[in-house]
């Protein structure tokens, strides 16, 4: 309860900004922020719970981009256009899934990377051409839309797997996770969790495809499906704390800020900081910053009941 008290209160926060700042550079770092959750949630759901490590996650947002962008740009309103974008993203998921889920491990893993990088380049060799808003949309571009749509397409990521965790498709998601065979004898079909656990993953991965395409004001196709996206989706989901609800917000909350001040300070070495904090946070809190917050709280309340 406190837990889910306190996302209210961020939740709360963040749609309360713009009442008392409209600094662009603040709402664009909350765009960064949403967007940045919505894909470590996504990504979460089927890495983390259900165990399956997806290094294609990037395709899903891609498509969610370039679905709606297309829709969009033909006249279509943002709304209707996003969810086709979430629906074709979730179908792709479904159809490669199939047969991907007969790889097992670091097979599976390779498998969705290689996946996701015939459709990079493929759509790159198509669609070579930049893609712009209208010009219409372009002289009445207005940041605070932007803002509100990814924050709430971040609240739903966030409450879906809330809701997720403690169902029984959760629960067994879960169960597969932990020994498929043991699941399967008790009834739980693994391929049928595993395809749920990857339609939910991939539709809101092309929500977040979609906020950026309406964010961004021009960008090559392609770069949507660059791998840069899943990567990121990993880190912040391991540096938050994989298979919890609350470990990917701050994973991306820490990730998002931390690349900004590096961006601007080291911004030749980011890339370096960033793995070598990916090791320690696996090496020394394998829970992310959920276990250092947990273990934190244990030291206080050890130290307070000493002192007592």
Known sequence: MKLLGAGIMLAGAFAALPLFTMRSDLLNLGVQIFLAVVLAESWNLLGGYAGQINLGHAAFFGLGALVTRTLWVGGTPLILALFP????????????GVPAFRLRGAYF??????????????????L???????????????????????????????GVVAWLVPSRLGLGIRAVRE?????????????????????????LAGLAGGAFAYYHVSYYPQHTFSPAWTF???????????????????????????????????????????????????????????EAWQRARGLVSRGTENSK
């Open 128 to 158: 070579p051409q930049i893609s712009t808003i209208p010009a219409a949309e372009l002289t009445s571009y207005n940041i605070l839309p932007r803002y509100y749509l990814t924050l709430a397409i971040a609240m739903v990521s966030v």
């Open 179 to 203: 020994d498929e065979a043991a699941a399967e004898a008790t009834g739980v079909s693994a391929l049928r969790h595993k395809l749920l656990a990857l339609a939910l993953s991939t539709a």
């Open 85 to 96: 974008g979430a629906l074709v993203a979730m179908l792709f998921g479904l159809i490669i």
């Open 232 to 290: 990121d989706a990993v880190l912040m989901s391991y540096i938050g704390g994989v298979g919890t609800v609350h470990g990917p917000v701050l994973g991306a909350l820490f990730y998002v800020i931390l690349r900004e001040v590096l961006a601007v300070q080291w911004v030749e070495f980011h890339l370096i900081i960033f793995g070598v904090l990916f090791m320690l946070v696996v090496l020394f809190f394998p829970g992310g910053l959920v």
């Open 109 to 126: 893993a390779i498998g969705t990377l290689g996946l996701a990088e015939i459709l990079r380049i493929t759509i790159g060799n198509l």
